[in-house]
Nanobody, 125 residues
Framework: QVQLVESGGGSVEAGGSLKLSCAASGRTFSNYAMGWFRQAPGKEREFVAAINWGGGVTYYSDSAKGRFTISRDNVKSTVELQMNSLKPEDTAVYYC??????????????????WGRGTLVTVSS
């Protein structure tokens, strides 16, 4: 059974940057797509970014496109989310996720995902 542990959250001023990391264990990391979701206070969890098994294909939400970059290290079994030009509306708990497939669509469509516990990102204006 896969386990996911996020780190790297914190508080930052608008315009700043943060890098989130997620460490995976419990299965062959390189076989599966990975992704990030977030949940802001009072809102539903939403998709942020996904990366396929090999790292060659990525997909972003409109809000993340151009500001966030997802990457993975299949040797270290980690996935990262580099967030730049942060805005107060990026404030949320960010969750790492993985599923049963190798493609980004498996993440985007939230098919039977396993979640980490989340890490809080707070962006002040």
């Amino acid at each position: 059974q896969v386990q996911l542990v996020e780190s790297g959250g914190g508080s930052v001023e608008a315009g700043g940057s943060l890098k989130l990391s997620c460490a995976a264990s419990g299965r062959t990391f390189s076989n599966y797509a990975m992704g990030w979701f977030r949940q802001a206070p009072g809102k539903e969890r939403e998709f942020v970014a996904a990366i396929n098994w090999g790292g060659g294909v990525t997909y972003y939400s409109d809000s993340a496109k151009g500001r966030f970059t997802i990457s993975r290290d299949n040797v270290k079994s980690t996935v990262e989310l580099q967030m730049n030009s942060l805005k107060p509306e990026d404030t949320a708990v960010y969750y790492c996720a993985t599923g049963r497939g190798s493609a980004t669509t498996d993440i985007v469509q939230a098919r039977e995902l396993t979640w980490g516990r989340g890490t809080l990102v707070t962006v002040s204006s």
